[in-house]
């Protein structure tokens, strides 16, 4: 087994060790150390049990609660909407830090407010979050494959267990009523009632129909009301050619008349009269 020297999450063993930066400052990088396997080497041992990997498992949280709790009151996590530039800084911006805080420093009169060592302090900083990032990025992905794996380790037993109680419930009723609720579960497909369903599509769809029948229908209608209004008006404006045409009687209407005259009542006149 070969000894690691690249920051990768397989080093979980590293002795921390001092890198000195461009700007003369001392910060801590993980180095690694001793006969730890990374991603995509082989252990030495054979696959852990899944006790062994529980156990592990609760260790490291236990470890990991106390590292978050000192580091998450450090962290300046993304507002959305607020926070810009969430992928970062650009290489090329990065490049030039250094330089510009050394420029700045042989030339203070260039920003009278802005101390170089704040400007290196800030990078600094940055590097040693990106440290961590990255470590917690490669492990997560390690961590994700163990999970995946140990779910397709355990599905391969119980599926030997599906195959030999699928086979006896072939003439065993109680095994296939054991194995009904398994065998829906893994039943790919639709799950619902399809009669139900359909009937309720058919429903939601004939009224869909219908609410669009009547707004036809109330289109038509108005549609014909005002073509009826369009004609009654040109007839006003254009009247047929030959038909006398009487002028409007500044009086107003005259009152109706009997052609027959009078009404006459056959039992003579009303008494008293």
């Known amino acids: 087994m070969s000894t690691r020297t690249n920051n990768k999450a397989g080093?979980?063993?590293?002795?921390?060790?001092?890198?000195?930066?461009?700007a003369g400052k001392e910060v801590l990088a993980p180095v690694?150390?001793?006969?730890?396997?990374?991603?995509?080497e082989t252990p030495a041992s054979?696959?852990?049990?899944?006790?062994?990997?529980?156990?592990a498992a609760k260790a490291f949280r236990r470890g990991f609660t106390a590292l978050r709790d000192a580091l998450v009151g450090h962290l300046q996590p993304a507002v959305p909407g607020v926070t810009t530039g969430r992928n970062g800084l650009s290489a090329r911006r990065r490049a030039v830090i250094p330089v510009l805080s050394a420029l700045l420093r042989d030339q203070p009169d260039l920003a009278t407010g802005i101390q170089p060592a704040v400007i290196d302090d800030g990078l600094l900083a940055g590097d040693a979050m990106r440290l961590v990032a990255g470590d917690l990025h490669?492990?997560?992905t390690e961590v994700a494959d163990t999970a995946r794996q140990q779910d397709r380790d355990a599905w391969s037993q119980a599926h030997e267990v599906l195959v030999v109680a699928s086979h006896r419930a072939r003439t065993e009723r109680s095994m296939a009523d054991k194995l009904a609720p398994v065998q829906a579960t893994l039943k790919k497909g639709s799950r619902t009632d399809t009669v139900q369903a359909s009937a309720?599509?058919?429903?939601h769809t004939a009224r869909k129909a219908q609410v669009r029948a009547?707004?036809?229908q109330q289109r038509a209608a108005t549609a014909a009301r005002a073509a009826t209004r369009v004609t009654q008006a040109h007839a006003d404006r254009h009247p047929t050619p030959g038909m006398p045409v009487e002028p409007p009687n500044p009086q107003g209407p005259a009152p109706a008349v009997n052609p027959q005259g009078p009404a006459v009542n056959p039992q003579g006149p009303a008494p008293g009269r």
């Not at 080093?11 to 461009?22: D, N």
């Not at 690694?32 to 995509?40: C, I, K, L």
């Not at 309720?200 to 429903?203: D, E, G, I, L």
Request: glycine share 8%; hydrophobic share 50%.
């Open 32 to 40: 690694a150390s001793g006969n730890v396997p990374g991603p995509g």
């Open 138 to 140: 490669a492990l997560f």
């Open 11 to 22: 080093t979980s063993a590293a002795t921390p060790t001092m890198a000195v930066t461009p």
């Open 200 to 203: 309720s599509a058919a429903v």
């Open 46 to 55: 054979a696959a852990p049990s899944p006790a062994d990997v529980v156990a």
């Open 214 to 216: 009547d707004r036809a």
